[in-house]
């Protein structure tokens, strides 16, 4: 992994940035262990094509957003984006998610990052907490969007989208309408596409496949498969423990799983505990997935504490099993080189 972006580290950059703020100064330079970080601030970006330099660019991996439906001070609705020739694909936009991606950009020097440029996102299934930010996807900036945003989600994506539409419709009037330039008078449309099972985009040496999961009564649910010329990687989204996920993820470079500790489960009352051991996948479950899957890193997102500390979950896990496993965070960058 090439960074760890803990706790302290978010607070160290969004403190003076604040100060900086009040001072009406216009960047803001933060040194990092290893990052010299400069932080523009309101910053318009346009741009019609990825440039030589990120189409020659390995596959990164970023996570916008580690959390859960429980409010969090350090932690994004769960998105994690993958970055591969010059493109932003998101998986899943929760609450805070694209805050996090404006910062991503400057912190990793990743312009598909800016939000109007993120082109594309897949929605696992359409629980609040993994679709929260897509009206703040779709809407920000939207007219200097030269190209609307595409989604593909479960069965109801497409009136969530329609929905949007009539959201932003009064803004949309006033802007399309008055003295304000508009660079596309579509840029807020949200182009809508339902899932099925399969490959949902191949591009070049770029794969996309959709898979179903189990997250119980929340039908369908799906996670992603992701292939690129030099990373593989499986997104599990919410799901309860499954086969299809064990398949699907052997011997991939990545897997993100969601996770529910034991001890926080423990925290819940009968009919939580239930619901959650229908839903979601217990520490001691993702233990034996992994064993199956054989991933070269597990990484754990969208966990599920109560209360518990943070890293009962990793220990969990770590007593039985020896593969690598990270408990990310917000802000976590993964590439080839940390394969
Ligand atoms: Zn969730
Ligand atoms: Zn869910």
Redesign the pocket.
Known sequence: MTNSYSISRVASILYPLCILLVAGCSSNPVNQADYALTLPSARIETREAPSPEELAEKTKVVILGTGTPIPDAFRAGSSIAVIHKGQSYLFDVGSGAIRQATIARYKYDIPSLYPTQICCVFL??L?S??IMDLSELAHTLWWRRSNGLQAWGPIGVEPIANTLDELISIDANFRINGVQPVTNPDGFRVDAATITPGILLREDDLTIEAFLVD?GD?DP?FGFKITTNDLSLVIS??TAYSEVIAEKARGVDLLFHEVISRQGLEQNSPSFQRYHNS?HTTSDELVRLARIAQPKKLVLYHGLFYGTAESSVLNEIEALYDGEVILANDLDIFTTDSR
Do not use: K, Q, W, Y
Request: glycine share 10%; hydrophobic share 25%; aromatic share 0%.
């Open positions: 696992s299934h629980h907490d993994h997250h929340i649910a989204g919410d839903v």
